[in-house]
């Protein structure tokens, strides 16, 4: 997340393969690597929103670019089998931090942040406005508002058949002193009944967190509350069949918040994040994943590169992680990779 007046202090810089050690005995190491593939062409990229789209592509939706830190409409399309971007049709508002999905091939903005009320003053503010875009004929179409009271931006989201779920995220942030609205509702939207439903709480509120449906249950990883440096390591998991969430499962071994993710198998990984005081960056380099069968957690060799602000796009056994910030605060990059673990 940004913070335009941050100037950010360095402590001590402590970077390695696998910088933290593991802080209980059920934490063992994995391996893997890191290749780049084509840059984000036209702008450094943060805040966007990145989904699959199908086993050769993925896109980024909006997000932030070089400061000052405008919001931007732009949307790409990335083709793995070719290695190139192409640009699609613009979003009708700028968004950052849009909760973004696919589902039987459309995507889905359902609100984010925007500066489009206020577009002078240092802060975002949640909208409920929603978009379904159609790769052909290369449409966005406006659809139902998120509901009063629901308008939220960095929600955890999650696919399931026909429904889509959005767990906690913000309402606001004020740039310039890192205030943060963070919220704990939690909302679902069925695209094919175009019906919203109120679902339980999260336990405790969170933005920014790392995210995964695994077998009915949707997993919240790490986040944060009220800012940067309130960095959470929790796991939350929620089963959609009795509407309840299930606290107390293995903690991350390094908290973090504006993490990406991924699910590869019965694992979530949890890869990067923002707040760190133990790099001069203030960007976590870890990848840290948690196993959803066993509860336990793997670390893995850190970021080739280490991002925060963007998300991860796995296929097969590889999550693409395109663009992201390079400081804590605002610093888009237009660097992308994908982790492949072994
Ligand atoms: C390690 O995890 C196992 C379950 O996988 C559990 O039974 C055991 O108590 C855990 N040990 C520690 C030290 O957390
Ligand atoms: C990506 O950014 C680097 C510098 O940060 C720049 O040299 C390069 O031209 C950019 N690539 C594209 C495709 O825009
Ligand atoms: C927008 O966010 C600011 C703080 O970041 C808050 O004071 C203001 O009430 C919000 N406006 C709306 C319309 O929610
Ligand atoms: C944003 O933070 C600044 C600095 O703390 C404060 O002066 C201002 O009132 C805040 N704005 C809102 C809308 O809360
Ligand atoms: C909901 O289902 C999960 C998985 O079966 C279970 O662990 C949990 O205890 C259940 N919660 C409630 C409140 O029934
Ligand atoms: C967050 O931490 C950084 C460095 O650790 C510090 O410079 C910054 O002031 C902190 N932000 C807040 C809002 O406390
Ligand atoms: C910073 O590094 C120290 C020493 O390794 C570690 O104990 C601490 O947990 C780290 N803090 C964070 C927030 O990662
Ligand atoms: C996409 O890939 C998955 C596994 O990698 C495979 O099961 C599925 O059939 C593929 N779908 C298409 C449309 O190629």
New binding site residues.
């Given amino acids: 997340m940004l913070n335009i007046l941050s100037t950010f202090v360095l402590l ?1 810089q ?1 970077v390695s393969s696998i ?3 593991p802080r209980d005995t059920n934490v063992s190491t994995g391996s893997g690597t890191w290749k780049s593939f084509a840059p984000i062409p036209i702008n450094p990229r943060q805040e966007h929103g990145a989904v699959k789209f199908d086993n050769d592509t993925l896109y980024i939706i909006g997000g932030i670019i070089a400061s000052p830190f405008p919001t931007v409409t732009t949307v790409q399309k990335y083709t793995i089998s070719t290695d190139t971007w192409t640009t699609v049709a613009d979003l009708p508002i700028p968004l950052n931090h849009p909760n973004s999905a696919v589902v039987n091939g459309k995507i889905y903005v359902l609100g984010g942040l925007s500066t489009i009320d206020n577009p002078d003053l240092p802060f975002w503010n949640a909208t409920g406005d929603c978009f379904e875009y159609d790769p052909t004929p290369n449409t966005w179409t406006t659809i139902a508002q998120l509901p009063e009271g629901r308008q939220i931006g960095s929600a955890a989201v999650g696919v399931k058949g026909n429904t889509i779920y959005l767990a906690g995220g913000i309402v606001n942030t004020n740039l310039t002193d890192d205030e943060e609205g963070t919220v704990s509702v939690f909302t679902s939207y069925n695209v094919k009944t175009k019906k919203f439903k109120f679902l339980a709480d999260l336990p405790e509120p969170r933005d920014h967190a790392g995210v995964g449906l695994i077998k009915g249950r949707l997993y919240v990883l790490g986040g944060r509350a009220y800012g940067h440096n309130n ?1 959470k390591d929790t796991v939350f998991a929620y089963d959609i069949k009795n509407n309840s969430w299930t606290t107390g499962l293995a903690k991350m071994p ?2 973090r918040g504006s993490l990406s993710s991924g699910v590869i198998g019965t694992k979530i990984f949890t890869i990067g994040g923002e ?4 790099t001069t960056s203030g960007v ?1 380099p870890q990848v840290q994943a948690y196993d959803t069968g066993k509860d336990i957690w793997t670390l893995y060799p850190d970021m080739d590169v280490p991002r925060h602000g963007t998300a991860g796009v796995v296929f097969g056994n590889k999550i693409y992680i395109p663009g992201g910030g390079l400081t804590t605060g605002g610093d888009p990059t237009n660097y992308t990779s994908y982790f492949q673990p072994s």
């Fill in positions: 001590t402590l910088s933290i050690p960095t390094t908290a707040g760190d005081p133990n976590y």
